[in-house]
């Protein structure tokens, strides 16, 4: 419809909310939307049909609509853009203050810390950026995220002055358009920014790298990463709309970590990306929720990443459905087992690249739609033991070693769309 | 009661309407339309699409239908990607209005 061609959208009922929502969001909310009630993804060619009659019989309708210059692009009304609140002192302010933020949908859920202007500015005086300083827009929404709107929700999340430089790089990563945060924030996919952390200011932040299982030790986890989500919530989300996540993701609110590089016996994440070992970075995952790789009886590393191997290839990971960036976090201890047996980062990506795969007929028949354009073409007229590889590339496992003691290390699947972001975190000079 | 000021995390949204055209709706005038079916590559989409083409021409809905889809597109799934510049010059260049699908 920008593009100036009269357009319409068939949408099925339940997602007929969410799509008034983005065309409004897209400046097109009056966008003539066909409602249907069937999700067809899986209708035969009859119910299609069917379904194509009440399609077919609503575009008069539309077409008059248009003829008579009823739907046009409209610029999206920002709801009031209040700056700040006088609100009444006194020992129940955070209470207020919380249910007031909840009531307007700028809040979590959680109680908020109450963004002073004296709190607020003690988060600012953290970093070089000024207030105005714009880290990038957030999509869908097209929020303006400045420093100072980022600092306000860092203090809502209840972080200190000295995770602020963190937050503040992991949303530059997270407004980067290869993170594409409009397709994490809308897709019924369930997955959100998983937040690494590398390098001395993680270290300054009090970030744990995994060991510590005190709530002392995990606070800055916790916060940064509330912080990262509200500020989703505020300048990427669409106020009111129903989630887009089928079930949320049930992780969220602790994907902030920092690599144990103590412990590590591998080379830094950061540093394949072309940094420094003493550099500082936050690098910005479009992570699912994690699953458990449990290995405790491996006596070769072969064996080991073949577990690995086992929990990634399985034919309903929607990660293995296109071109994907897939993490893995390895337990030290497995970590550096592997490393024992002379394993190196790039010889575990090689090796699970080429054991991390499903036979084409393991896929689940009538679930192939479901792969990428590209797998189509691909496995079009090929013999059924062709095996799908788990990445395209071996570069797209993503590894980094982050727990404590066990033999437990952590599978995360990626995003069709979203790429991992790295960036520097920018220390006040 | 003293006042406390706090400050909000309400922001302003960039300009949604930017680069914008205006809509031609000239194109419709005429009693029977170019019809473009732009298939999003969620799964029977570009099945049912062409079932909605057919039904309007036998309905002298449309005088002719003009299919496109995603499949250009860089990404491996192209569902939740707009379509490439590609996709909307020929579909700008053969249809007069467009039909698409949104979610599943």
């Known amino acids: ?429 | 009661m003293p006042k406390v000021r706090i400050l909000t995390p309400v922001v302003a949204a960039k300009d949604n309407m930017e680069n914008a055209q205006a809509l031609n709706v000239e194109r419709l005038a005429a009693s029977k339309v170019r019809v473009g079916l732009l298939d999003n590559t969620k799964p029977n989409a570009g099945q049912l699409l062409g079932f909605v083409g057919q039904q309007l021409i036998a309905r002298s809905l449309a005088a002719s239908t003009y299919a496109a889809d995603k499949t250009d597109s860089p990404a491996s799934n192209p569902a939740s990607h707009g379509a490439t510049e590609a996709v909307f010059k020929r579909l700008s260049e053969n249809a007069d209005v467009v039909l698409t699908g949104l979610g599943n």
């Open chain 1, 1 to 429: 419809m920008k593009r100036g061609i009269p357009s319409a959208t068939i949408c099925s009922t339940r997602f007929v909310p969410v799509g008034r929502k983005f065309a409004q969001a897209l400046g097109v909310s009056d966008l003539p939307i066909i409602e249907v009630h069937d999700e067809v993804g899986h209708d035969s060619p009859e119910e299609l049909q069917k379904v194509a009659q009440v399609v077919a019989e609503a575009v008069p309708d539309i077409l008059r609509k248009y003829q008579s210059r009823n739907v046009s692009g409209q610029r999206l009304r920002d709801e009031e853009c209040i700056e700040m609140l006088d609100v009444d002192a006194g020992p129940d302010l955070s209470i207020r203050v919380s249910e007031l933020f909840l009531q307007e949908n700028w809040s979590d859920g959680l109680p908020v810390v109450p963004p002073t202007e004296e709190r607020v500015q003690a988060m600012l005086d953290a970093v070089a950026a000024p207030p105005d300083e714009v880290l990038g827009v957030l999509h869908p929404r097209g929020g303006i995220a400045t420093v100072q709107k980022v600092a306000v929700c860092a203090v809502m999340a209840g972080c200190l002055p000295k995770h602020f430089p963190i937050i503040v790089a992991a949303v530059r990563a997270i407004a980067t358009p290869q993170f594409k945060m409009h397709s994490v924030q809308s897709s019924a996919h369930p997955h959100s920014p998983f937040i690494l952390v590398n390098g001395p200011a993680g270290i300054e932040a009090g970030l744990s790298s995994g060991h510590d299982c005190t709530p002392k030790g995990w606070q800055a986890n916790l916060v940064i990463c509330r912080a990262v989500r509200l500020v989703t919530i505020n300048m990427a989300g669409l106020k009111n709309v129903i989630a887009s996540h089928t079930q949320g993701h049930l992780g969220r609110i602790m994907d902030c970590v920092r690599e144990n590089d103590e412990e590590s016996p591998w080379e830094p994440y950061h540093t394949e990306q072309g940094y420094s070992r003493d550099a500082s970075t936050v690098t910005a995952f479009p992570g699912e929720p994690p699953h458990l790789v449990d290995d405790r009886g491996s006596n070769t590393a072969q064996s080991m990443l073949t577990t690995f191997a086992r929990v990634i290839a399985t034919g309903g990971n929607r990660s293995l459905f296109g071109n994907t960036q897939q993490v893995l976090l390895f337990a030290p201890e497995h970590a550096q087992y592997v490393a024992s047996q002379g394993f190196s980062k790039e010889d575990v990506r090689e090796f699970l690249y080429e054991v991390a795969r499903i036979p084409l007929h393991e896929f689940p028949r009538n679930n192939l739609d479901s792969l990428s354009v590209w797998h189509k073409k691909l496995f079009s007229n090929v013999s059924e033991h062709v095996t799908v590889p788990a990445v395209r590339r071996k570069e797209d496992f993503k590894i980094i070693v982050h727990g404590g003691i066990g033999p437990h290390s952590l599978y995360m699947p990626g995003s069709l769309s979203s790429k991992p972001v790295t960036v520097p975190v920018e220390h006040k000079r």
